[in-house]
């Protein structure tokens, strides 16, 4: 127990001073705080919604997909005008934790990113509150829940480097996808024209592949001093999530097709 503790503190006295004291980061108590108040208030909900009508949420959802899509976009575009103008390379760039302006205004792009994944627990208890069991797969939980923390060791450790790939490919990726998501909580009106929700989960897809290349990319700059266990352990649970949304693709998109089809052709 000791000796845990001595390597806990360690790695704590290598940790990005810079972010010590922003939301969530004083502690490695907090994304486990966060999972724990997660778990805790779904399952209230769930109880409390047994014998209740699903909550409508139309307005509320509006303005929560706006703040999404705005946000995401926002950090998307922050950090790519950042590593443009620190001319960051994308097969090797170390994290600068020194107290340079735009390094510093980088890791605070990253914490947000951070606080950004907390504010998407808001997903599932929207679902909850609708009652849309069906969405609360999984995946949806796996995925969110595990965002949590790699989110926050990330940010703890490497907030700035060749993390900005993901960082910024993810968050413009979730500017797309609230977008639908706003648009599709305006009713029926609006849902006819979203015929593209599967080219969503194809644009996920793309991310991880450009991830994962990005990471196996940088594991072969043997000289590159951006920490190797972050370059490897993205690349694994990049492929994981990846692993999950292509099951979820052809189980929603591409056997419902097969299934059409074979219906037409009876």
């Known amino acids: 127990m000791e000796r845990l503790v001595s390597s806990y503190n360690y790695y704590l006295s290598i940790a990005d001073k810079r972010l010590e004291n922003r939301f969530g980061m004083s502690s490695i108590f907090s994304p486990i705080l966060t999972l724990v108040i997660y778990g805790i208030i779904l399952f209230i909900i769930r109880k409390i919604m047994e014998n209740r009508k699903p909550f409508e949420l139309k307005t509320f ?69 609708r009652k849309k069991s069906n969405q609360i797969t999984f995946l949806h ?35 797309v996808m609230y977008s639908y998501y706003g648009l599709s909580s305006m009713g029926p009106s609006i849902q006819k024209y979203l015929w593209w929700k599967k080219y969503l989960t194809q644009l996920q897809l793309f991310q991880f592949l450009c991830v994962v290349s990005h990471s196996m990319v940088n594991a072969m700059q043997t000289e590159c001093t ?30 419902k097709a097969a299934k059409i089809q074979a219906t037409k052709t009876e």
């Not at 005008?81 to 605070?108: F, G, H, W």
């Not at 960082?167 to 979730?174: K, L």
């Not at 370059?231 to 591409?254: C, D, E, H, M, P």
């Open 61 to 129: 959802m509006i303005f929560y997909n706006l703040f999404q899509v705005v946000a995401s976009f926002y950090n998307c575009f922050e950090i790519l005008y950042l590593v443009i103008k620190m001319k960051y390379s994308l097969t090797c760039e170390p994290v600068d934790y020194s107290d340079d302006p735009d390094a510093t205004r980088l890791a605070y792009a990253i914490h947000f990113y951070y606080v950004m994944k907390v504010t998407d627990l808001m997903d599932t208890i929207i679902f909850a509150l």
């Open 226 to 255: 951006y920490p190797k266990a972050f370059v490897y352990s993205t690349a694994i649970y990049t492929t994981l999530i990846a692993g999950l949304f292509v099951n979820f693709y052809r189980q929603s998109y591409l056997k």
């Open 141 to 175: 939980v796996f995925h969110h829940s595990s965002m949590i923390v790699t989110g926050w060791l990330g940010t703890k450790w490497v907030p700035g480097g060749q993390s900005f790939v993901c960082v910024m490919f993810n968050s413009f990726v979730h500017g």
